[in-house]
């Protein structure tokens, strides 16, 4: 078996929670966001708005451009335990005025 260590790219984690933030440094390659902004009531906005911070963040420093996909991991509705959808999106989709491509 190979050891995987480091992914090869970065994996941004998006989190309300200063704790699970702070914690998600012990892994190795994750940049953790602190998403402090309150919970919007449209869960699918709000889950874009988080989406579109992450984003925003690779973007600024420079790991990634509005050419690139990205893998986005999510939810199918609120709550924890409902993680089950996967989806790849060109960074540009997301970062344009009809953001709703992704979620």
Known sequence: AEYMGRPRCPVLTVSRH?????????????HP???GKPRSDDWTADMDERIIYALDYGLK?????LTNFVVLVTG????????????VV??????SSDQAICS
């Open 33 to 35: 966001l602190y998403y």
């Open 76 to 87: 199918w509705k609120a709550g924890s335990g409902f993680t089950n959808t996967l989806r």
């Open 90 to 95: 060109r960074v540009s989709d997301c970062m």
């Open 61 to 65: 420093r420079k790991f990634l451009s």
């Open 18 to 30: 200063q704790q699970t933030s702070r914690q998600a440094h012990l892994w190795r390659g994750l």
